[in-house]
């Protein structure tokens, strides 16, 4: 395939990508020091990390029409989720007075839209405004909470704001004697579905490139994507009603009990059940959607403090950098233990022997990037005994692959990868499990805390992209195993990182499904640096952040993830010269090919080096 630019979207011209192109091991060095020929090339970035274009002019508009001088705003899906990013800013920051960060809440005007799809989807933004030098602080949140706002929702919100559509909640005044006659709103938004133009997909049902780039400072309703899930991809026009049946079928498929194409012009059957996951009695009702994994990740931590108390946690193995983050920035801490050994398993023992108690422990299955695989049956063992939950990501593993649910409380996973597989949506959900010691609890918590802020359109790409997820990870699984083999019979590749070989491999089978495979994902090194760097230059896949894709995917995971704690890194056994490979479809003889040239080119290094 040919190289994707520096700066561009991954996939191409992708209004919204989860991932961007990085092709070079220095083009990744230089974003991370912010190198000025890296950063202007930046048409996007991984969401959490890279703010939107479309939500950045949003935000400037905002701050231009209610803000002060000198301001910046973070937007927000509703105004608990800015009202948390507040309160995280001052806790971070005493200093902060109660006057310098200002909170609006933006709702629709039903008196002027008078759109029925509107007024179901109910449109809302909730901005947090603050002074310039306060963003490094309020883009931790963003980041490392994922409750900020979708680009896809930033999008068609700020058309309603241009079109004063979308006004200041203290703005609105009642009707009096209702003989105030309602304005129509702009004839775009007078339709009863989410959109009636014509769609720009191409004969395949794919997204057709969107080229134009205009600023978003200007009204873009009738070219956004937004206008673009119709008829071609879906065979009719596609009614908002049917968000409910989506996200219900989404619910369905992460717990087992639904599987291919649905029609969701029609209400799904009473509620079902699923032991598909090895546990009897799951749910749709157990499976809570977000707007992307780690917000998954991080309201789960926060009805687990509020189910259970304010108790440390415990991070068991080489973590995803944001779920560190979170239960040490959120809560009274936690514990690491980096290295996810059976020896770490013997300390945390001996500390709840000597009396010590936790809220949960959470783990990655298998772990990010080393692929390593925590034993869980000894882990729920010791929960069962000394009394804590137990939170297993499985990302990286999914339940086609593995069950861990048997041996969890709540699973967690980003939808993003592998159960979208096309890069172009953001996702995540959590699972209680029926079984659970905390069930009930957290069942109480959840009827009270849980806010569903995932954006309609977002639903409906998650959808779409994942009904044939099953066949996709087979094919994944086969091409992953073939790479494997090709790496560890490489005389210049040190060492492969991979569940069926790592010596985690019995931890990893016992949670296998009879037919499960070891995943999409691999690392590696080589002997030097130099090999690796020409290595991941000449490879030609798409280089970028993110995994799971249905495209192979390379990216030097290390630099990217922990450039200014390397060291830190490497205490943990994880090596700054390390490359990660997310496999994806590609026909096998492609990708032998692809990885053939690449490794040539390492081997270049070493006859240039003897």
Partial sequence: MAIIELGESIPALTPHASSVSLPTWGDN???????????SKMTTGYPRFFIHKA???????VVQKIGKPGCQAMLFPSTRTARSCVNFMHSRDPSITAGQIQMIDLVLDKQRADSEMLKKVSPSISAVIFPTPLFPLAKQYWQHSGDGVSSRRAEFCHGLFLDSLLVEKTALQPILNGLQKACKGPRRYQRGSMDKTPSKMNKDGQESPDISHQPATVPLQEARESTQFLEERFGRNLDVSFVDNAKSAIRRRIAGSLMGEVDLSTAPSSKMSSNMRGVVELSEDDVYLYPCGMNSIFHTHRMMLEARG???????????????KILEKFGPGCIFYGNGSSEDLDDLENRLKEGERFLTLICEFPGNPMLKCPDLQRIRKMADKYDFSVIVDETIGNFINVHVLPYADVVVSSLTKIF??????????AIFNPQGRYYQALKKVADV???????????????????????????????????????????????????????????????????????????FTFYTTAQAIAFFDRIETAKGPSLGTNFTLASPY??????????????????A???RISVGLEDAEELKSTFSDALKAAEAVSLEDS
């Avoid at 060095?29 to 950063?39: C, D, H, L, P, S």
């Avoid at 939500?55 to 508009?61: G, K, L, R, W």
């Avoid at 979208?420 to 959900?429: D, I, L």
């Fill in 29 to 39: 060095i230089g974003y991370e020091k912010g190198q000025a020929r890296v950063i």
């Fill in 55 to 61: 939500i950045v002019a949003f935000a400037e508009d």
């Fill in 310 to 324: 304010s108790l440390k946690s415990i991070s068991f193995g080489f973590p995803y950098v944001d779920t560190l």
């Fill in 420 to 429: 979208s597989g096309e890069c172009n949506v953001m996702g995540g959900s």
């Fill in 449 to 523: 805390e849980f806010e569903d802020n995932y954006w309609a359109e977002d639903v409906i790409f998650m959808e779409r992209n994942s009904r044939h997820f099953v066949s996709r990870i087979k094919r994944i699984n086969e091409n992953a195993e073939l790479i494997c083999d090709i790496l560890r019979g490489h005389p210049l590749v040190k060492e492969v990182f991979f569940p069926k070989h790592n010596s985690s491999k019995a931890c990893y089978d016992a949670c296998r499904t009879p037919n499960g495979g070891y995943g999409g994902l691999l690392s």
């Fill in 558 to 575: 290390v630099i990217l993830a922990h450039f200014l704690e390397l060291d830190w890194a490497a205490q943990f056994g994880v090596p």
């Fill in 577 to 579: 010269d390390l490359i």
